[in-house]
């Protein structure tokens, strides 16, 4: 993955926003894709400022939706009630099993689903734009353990 190309296509989306394209947005722009798993802002904070770097916890939350208005990045809402991040610039598109006991997260692809959904969309005179199934349940370790309903 190139961190030039990427920041080329992060700076025409700034510019087309009427943006600037500033240190502190490239140094969260660098940092996120040096994470290669989900990930939390805060989380993103504290690798910034682990490498002392400066950006604020405002900055690195504005960026964040920039990133991901701009398609760099996406929002993953695991079960928590803490937003996660993935960077998806280049990355093949997936979905997620989340197991609900460890967290564990499991990414799968299936074409015949990718296949499906454009089906509908297309039935629907729907435009689709992006998508993510996230499904819930327990693990191959945890179902054996998991408590009687």
Known sequence: MDITEITEEFKKFLLHKNLKFTP??????????????HFEAEDLLLKIRQNS????????????????ESELVRKVAFIEKHTHYEHVYVHKHHEHLI?????KVIEFF???LEK???????????????HKIEVTGYCRDCNIQKPKT
Do not use: W
């Open 24 to 37: 502190e947005r490239q140094i969260v722009l660098e940092e996120v894709f040096k994470i290669h798993d």
């Open 53 to 68: 770097r400066r950006v604020s916890r405002g900055t690195i939350y504005r960026t964040l939706e920039l990133l991901v």
């Open 99 to 103: 197991c609900l006991k460890c967290k």
């Open 110 to 112: 299936r074409e015949p």
């Open 116 to 130: 499906e959904l454009t089906q509908v969309c297309k039935a629907n005179q729907f435009v689709m734009k992006s």
